[in-house]
């Protein structure tokens, strides 16, 4: 198993050292957080490498957790972990690399 999202060197955002707490809610149950700095995330269409890349995340982006769901095992800057995050309808990028500051769930379980 290979990393699938790619680094490109350090790149400095504004969202750099955003804790989860500060993290913004987008509507009742989705809370907007950092994807790590210096990453281009791959989004994909379910919770592994194995699901097609629906788009890839640009540098500096945020994203809303709407609910999280395990899959593939994934390492990345925030450790190494099975949850997948719904960040839209079908579309999941893995949680070790967003910045919700927990390696458990932050959001409910998708169905």
Do not use: H
């Amino acid at each position: 198993m290979g990393v699938e999202e790619n680094s490109a060197g350090t790149v400095t955002t504004d969202t750099e050292g955003v804790a989860a707490e500060e993290a913004t809610t987008l509507a009742a149950d989705a809370f907007v957080y950092p994807i790590a700095p210096g990453y281009r995330v791959n989004v994909r269409r379910g919770p592994g490498t194995q699901y097609g890349i629906v788009r890839t995340l640009p540098y500096g982006m945020s994203v809303p957790v709407y609910c999280q769901k395990p899959g593939e095992r994934v390492s990345g800057p925030y450790g190494t972990s099975n949850l997948w995050d719904n960040i839209a309808n079908g579309q999941f990028v893995s949680d070790a690399y967003v910045q919700t500051g927990s390696d458990g769930y932050v959001a409910t379980r998708c169905d």
